[in-house]
């Protein structure tokens, strides 16, 4: 389609009603200014192409009513890829940030990347054809930080991490694009957690915020001045690999081949080997009557425990909290944000965790940058393809070119619908 002026205003009025819809026929020429008939046909052809729906009515006074348009939330979707350790993640998902289907492909470690493509394409085949009612926009993939192919984790950082190569981006994506015929686009994993929370989560209509991730490891992803960031070479975050024990050569190494790091220190493995240590030496805890046979030392196990006031798993949750606090303040410092968004699962340690953790944060923090918020994002480490979605239903809808119409208010619609009203009255 040319970029003619009814291409323009056609994305103009599609944007403000996938922002602020349900919103009426006359609200939009309030906004817009274009001529009624102009608005008039592109909401028809809008409406024939089913990417927006009439949803009810509302009174504007004297007892008249108007129609109300909002996006096809229910037909638009878009496919979301995301790997992990193991496994991919395919979502199909709707323009909302509603999940219609989710499933984990697994990825064998030494399979030939050609194989992984072809099964790919396959499951992305079967998707299309299972929501071939839909409107499926896009496919959005999250490119991995390592080779899912070969990354083993008894390798080093340097061996999984470094031997990334551009496979994603140079054979799966124009792979995905001759079979489907759809717009199919890549995206740093380092900015997933921050594109999720930003289009669908705490972080919604937030222009500098981060996310910390609490579980196997720790992590970071950015979004400053409204653009996430993934640094030169897609490796920005890297909160767990920061130094806070410099030269303490009694430190366990960590992967990466450094001692100090975050990680070592306060990552869930360093938490329960420090609960492991401590009961084998004979300090009593409750903790001891949760652990699962099975499982070991688990996450509900130490919440048990320090929901019953039990000290040894409080004073090593305190210990842990007070230096991710330090970790995460010296990132606040640094950034600015107005938001922390906390997640993976050592958010489940609960409250008391939290309260040290934030306790910890706030005295670390400058005073002047202190005035930020702090959540956290219970499902964000599963919904990572979820990023991917939103960045492809930001691209079909070019939200960069009409950044102006998401940075409006219902209540700047209030006030100009408002303005309008009294003058059709008079
Ligand atoms: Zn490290």
Known sequence: MPHDSHFLKRNLILNIISHLGPISRTELINLTDYRPASVSAIIKELLDEQLIVETGLTSVGCGRKRVLLEINKAHLCAIGLAFYTGFVTFLVAQIDGTVLHRENVPVRPGMPKETLIEQIVDRTGQLLHIYQDKNIVGIG????????????????????????????????????????????????????????????????????????????????????????????????????????????????????????CVEVQTAYPALTAQLSAAMEQGVFSSLSSHIDPEHGITVDAIRHALDEGDRMCMHYVKAISQKLGVVIANAVNLLNPQLVVLYGFMTDLGSYFLQQLEMAIRENTLSAACDFELRTSPHLEKNLPLGAVAEIFSSYLRTDDYKWVYQLQPSDLENNTNSTETGERL
């Open 141 to 260: 993939i999250g490119e991995p930080l390592y080779d899912p192919t070969s990354y083993r984790p008894e390798y080093s950082f340097l061996t999984n991490y470094l031997h990334y190569n551009d496979w994603v981006k140079l054979s799966l994506k124009p792979r995905l694009e001759q079979f489907s015929g759809l717009r199919v686009e890549t995206y740093s994993g380092v900015v997933l957690p921050a594109m999720v929370e930003r289009h669908y989560g705490a972080a919604k209509g937030v222009e500098n915020f981060i996310c910390v991730e609490l579980s196997n490891g720790i992590g970071s992803s950015l979004c400053l001045n409204g653009m996430p960031v993934s640094g030169a070479t897609g490796r920005a975050g890297e909160l767990g690999h920061t130094v806070i024990d410099h030269g303490n050569t009694a430190q366990k190494l960590c992967f990466c081949g450094k001692t100090g």
